[in-house]
């Protein structure tokens, strides 16, 4: 099954908001229709009520991957589970259009479409493909960027399970900012090092500075 294709429609849904800097992209029909990339049969279905049926699927979608981030594994598993009992999913074998040397369907498994409406195929095809994905690499697997403010949502797939930001752009300027960071720490150091070196100077009975050259 194709765990990354299914989990990642978590991820686009989940960062169509950005808390923190108060952005909401997901204003729109067109913007959910928008969501499902390839499958225009699935976005067609889309109407303007599922504007608010997704808002809401993607708040409980972010509650995971913040218990995540967090730590609480076992929340994350409850909060997923929920979503899977309100939005089951309905798999099928599938061959596409590819065929092999023999010229046979290359088949696999797919999430069928739902029939009822946009949000319910969405948010089913979004927690089925988290699901696999959290117990095929674990929980810890899943994150927030630590870009901030950014919070954008990832999933970890580095072999070392490193990844901390949701892209490289954030990636780069996380580095800058810590770069700069350090910089102006070596400065206020240096800084003050020099004022405690300057008020360890002997003085005269008059309070002035002596000079480091001892007079004849």
Known sequence: MELAYYSDYAVRLVNTEEPARGKDTLTSVEAVRDLFGGNQSAA??????DVTRFRSVRSRLRSVFEAADGGDETLAVDLLNSL???????????????????????WHMHLADHPSNATAGYA????????????EYGVDRLGLCEASPCRNAYLDTSTNRSRRYCSDRCATRANVAAYRARKRLEADRTENTGRADDSAQ????????????RGR
């Open 44 to 49: 067609r279905r889309a109407t303007d009520a």
């Open 84 to 106: 899977l009992l309100e939005f089951p999913v309905s798999p099928q074998i599938s061959g596409h259009d590819f065929r092999d040397d023999d010229g046979r369907p290359l």
């Open 124 to 135: 089913a095809i979004a927690a089925m493909g988290l699901a696999f994905h959290l117990t």
């Open 202 to 213: 002997p003085t005269t009975a008059s309070g002035e500075r002596r000079s480091g050259v």
